[in-house]
């Protein structure tokens, strides 16, 4: 089994959170290509050109494939909501101009969630009626992917409100699965307590798109012991190199062969853009512990 391999701006330390010393978006493309990848993510909506017209070709120039696009915001609050509708409407038409199949609908890092990430007995769930919200926005955003015919997918997220086991599986329970996909992020799922290949196991077809993430388990076990927020465990390296941490990559690969995943891969390690990590080299060592799995070619 071999998959076709991209890489995401958020290993660059480009994050719509943050605002970092971000590489120029022409550099990122150039080093992306440089490293070994096929395929490329949009990063938040501005850091690639938004003109489908200069996107396309800087992209063929350098033999790349856009693969996906995200919204990130509070699914669960009017104001959250219409801005994430906004935001896809500028993303989507984009996406589907450039062949990108995947719409990554991501909940917004909210601080009492932040404040709780990677301790579900302490985390707040939300209430019927934000439930209910979060579940029409979702529907919304998919069905305005479906109209440009993008694939939408729900990824769950370390400090959210879909990062435990019981969120995740009441939100894919409500919503039509011909309709919404499951994005399976191999680290947030570990960071959240979910096993990631039993994960692809038990969501089988649903899972429509991969992250490949890895988790320092030191990182871990003193954010869960000492209380530390979402932040402050990733500016500590709590996502780090592929083959480095915690998550069972092979296990991965078997558990992707037994539903018969055959879309792409991203590599997201979230790296600190203030850390003494440097992207290039994370990426080329991430690449190559995935030939060593099999994952890729």
């Given at each position: 089994m071999s998959m076709r391999i991209g890489n995401a701006p958020t290993s660059w330390g480009v994050e719509k959170e943050l605002d970092t010393n971000r590489?120029?978006?022409?550099?990122?493309?150039?080093?992306?290509?440089?490293?070994?990848?096929?395929?490329?993510?949009?990063?938040?909506?501005?850091?690639?050109?938004?003109?489908?017209?200069?996107?396309?070709?800087?992209l063929g120039l350098r033999g790349l494939r856009l693969t996906?696009?995200?919204?990130m915001g509070p699914l669960h609050t009017p104001t959250g909501s219409a801005e994430l509708f906004a935001e896809a409407q500028s993303v989507?038409?984009?996406l589907a101009a450039a062949g990108a199949g995947h719409l990554v609908v991501i909940p917004?890092?909210?601080?009492?969630?932040?404040?709780?990430?990677g301790r579900s007995e302490h985390a707040r769930r939300l209430s019927p009626t934000e439930f209910a919200a979060e579940v029409e926005s979702v529907r919304q955003l998919a069905e305005m992917a479906a109209r440009e015919g993008v694939a939408a997918g729900v990824h769950p997220h370390a400090g959210t409100f879909v990062e435990f086991a019981d969120e995740v599986e009441g939100l894919m329970e409500a919503l039509d699965p011909d309709l919404v996909g499951?994005?399976?992020?191999?680290?947030?799922?570990?960071?959240?307590?979910?096993?990631?290949?039993?994960?692809i196991r038990s969501y089988g077809r649903r899972v429509r798109y991969v992250h490949l993430k890895d988790v320092n388990p030191a990182v871990l076990e003193r954010s869960r012991r000492e209380h530390l927020g979402f932040w402050q465990a990733y500016s500590e390296g709590i996502f780090c190199v592929l083959g480095t941490g915690s998550v069972d990559f092979v296990a991965v690969k078997e558990a992707l062969a037994s539903v018969a995943y055959d879309g792409w891969l991203t590599v997201e390690q979230d790296a600190d853009p203030a850390g003494k990590s440097d992207p290039r080299t994370d990426a080329i060592s991430s690449l190559a512990f995935l030939k060593r799995t099999g994952l890729v070619e």
């Open positions: 590489p120029s978006w022409d550099r990122f493309l150039d080093e992306v290509r440089d490293c070994g990848y096929e395929g490329v993510e949009l990063g938040p909506y501005g850091f690639l050109p938004t003109e489908i017209e200069v996107l396309s070709p800087e996906a696009g995200y919204v989507l038409p984009l917004g890092i909210m601080p009492e969630r932040a404040a709780t990430a499951l994005v399976l992020d191999t680290g947030h799922f570990a960071h959240g307590g979910i096993e990631p290949a039993g994960a």
